[in-house]
């Protein structure tokens, strides 16, 4: 195992702490291991918590700041945060309008939200509600979901819901288009390696060289199937064409992220989108609006997913509604 660390079982903290040093617009609790907005919203927005293990940076430290994420709960690598990050989380950032937990659809992560929901309320007085992301169209469940499993329209949907609460609207009408954005998204991934797991010193799947898994999950769990590798064309078949089977996407402009694991140089990315461009193009899908790069990753994973999402007028005026951090920045 090769890779820029100290130490395995430092992992976390040493990375808190440059991200503390490196971003000007987030503040960091390293008690809790909780990354702030540096300036809090006004009284009277919704907050936006949301949080899971570590290793899919930006997700979701990077999308701390205006326009998105009020805070992000920093778990160890692909652990689940702990109920007392995210209760604590939770009652920093209540300006006094409620708080919404956007959760992944991971046992470990649904649980705990749950828990530390019940303990704000409880302890604090906040009213919290919460949003479940399911749009893994590879798996109905695994090892470690019951159902589908929460992946990339998290980004798009911490985007679009963020940009509406920071419009002022009120709780319940911040979770209707959260869970709109999530009924309307659908995803897919695939890997050329496995991710290695620093804790673990080795790769988490072997691959070999001339195979790749189709529908893998961002821990690196198993995916639909493993078939001989193939070329960019023949693999954007394997991603679109199941998006498209789960889901009409006609008939309304489409926001879509080619999305990479972490180990995939950027032109690969884009000669990938090109790919996935012309099929959306076949099938009658209008894009409207695209993003290209490492959103949600996998630490060093070679590879790629697809999500697309359904949209409508509403939600590309969020999408397009400024926004400044780390990982999304346009508008201001």
């Not at 749009?135 to 940009?163: F, M, N």
Request: proline share 4%.
């Amino acid at each position: 195992m090769k890779k820029l660390i100290n130490a395995p079982e430092t992992v976390l903290a040493d990375a808190l702490k440059g991200i503390d040093a490196g971003d000007p617009n987030v503040r960091v609790d390293h008690v809790n291991r909780v990354i702030y907005r540096a300036a809090p919203k006004a009284d009277g927005k919704v907050a936006l918590v949301s949080g899971g293990g570590s290793g899919h940076e930006p997700l979701h430290g990077g999308f701390v700041g205006f326009g998105m994420l009020d805070a992000a709960c920093a778990g160890e690598v692909f652990t689940s945060p702990t109920p007392d990050q995210m209760q604590e989380a939770t009652k920093v950032v209540d300006r006094g309008a409620g708080v919404l937990h956007i959760v992944k659809n991971y046992t470990g992560d649904v649980m705990n939200f749950e828990m530390a929901a019940e303990l704000a309320v409880a302890e604090a007085g906040v009213e919290v509600a919460a949003v479940v992301t399911n749009d893994d169209v590879a798996v109905k469940d695994s090892l470690y979901t019951a159902g589908r499993r929460g992946v990339g329209i998290t980004v798009l949907l911490e985007k679009i819901v963020g940009a509406a609460a920071e419009e002022g609207r009120d709780l319940a009408a911040v979770k209707e288009i959260a869970e709109r954005v999530n009924a309307h998204g659908r995803s897919m991934g695939m890997a050329l390696t496995s991710c290695t797991v620093p804790a673990a010193g080795k790769p988490t799947f072997d691959l070999p060289d001339d195979q790749m898994e189709i529908g893998v999950g961002i821990h690196g769990e198993p995916g639909r199937h493993r078939v001989d590798l193939g070329s960019a064309k023949e693999i954007a078949a394997q991603l679109v064409e199941p998006i498209l089977d789960d889901l009409d996407m006609t008939g309304a402009p489409a926001i879509v992220m080619l999305n990479g694991m972490g180990g995939t140089p950027q032109l690969e990315l884009y000669l990938m989108y090109g790919e996935v461009a012309a099929l959306l193009e076949k099938a009658g899908v209008s894009v409207a609006r695209t993003l290209v790069g490492n959103y949600i990753t996998s630490l060093d994973m070679a590879g790629c997913s697809v999500t697309v999402l359904k949209a409508d007028d509403e939600m590309l005026g969020l999408w397009d509604a400024p926004v400044q951090t780390a990982g999304l920045r346009w508008g201001r």
